[in-house]
């Protein structure tokens, strides 16, 4: 198992930069894709970026590419999703999620563990 706790959400204005973290414990002996999703009121829980084990590797959705950077620690443990030029509709909760995988996988229902979410808002 491991357990997956997200942090530094937070409101900001659009234009403005926020920095979340995952911090994975438990099994992390693992080979693990890292990804980040975001979940919008009364819509479905979405992609946003992805990283390999190795962190030589990322994906993003095309909303997000060129704003967000993924990066991951491996000796710390913690994955991170640099957030920059904010947009209103980058407001939603963001979860962290974690696949024992070699690949990256933009599917969310491949992916083992999830953090508990933390909310970002915009605002305009």
């Known amino acids: 198992q491991v357990q997956l706790v997200e942090s530094g959400g937070g409101l900001v204005q659009a234009g403005g930069s926020l920095r979340l973290s995952c911090a994975a414990s438990?099994?992390?002996?693992?080979?693990?894709?890292m990804a980040w999703f975001r979940q919008a009121p009364g819509k479905e829980r979405v992609f946003v970026a992805a990283?390999?084990?190795?962190?030589?590797?990322?994906y993003y959705a095309d909303s997000v590419k060129g704003r967000f950077t993924i990066s991951r620690d491996n000796v710390k443990n913690v994955a991170y999703l640099q957030m920059n030029s904010l947009k209103p509709e980058d407001t939603a909760v963001y979860y962290c999620?974690?696949?024992?995988?070699?690949?990256?996988?933009?599917?969310?229902?491949?992916?083992?563990?999830w953090g508990q979410g933390t909310q970002v808002t915009v605002s305009s």
């Open positions: 990283i390999s084990w190795s962190g030589g590797r990322t």
């Open positions: 999620a974690a696949a024992e995988r070699a690949s990256i996988i933009i599917v969310i229902d491949l992916y083992d563990y």
């Open positions: 438990g099994r992390t002996s693992v080979n693990y894709v």
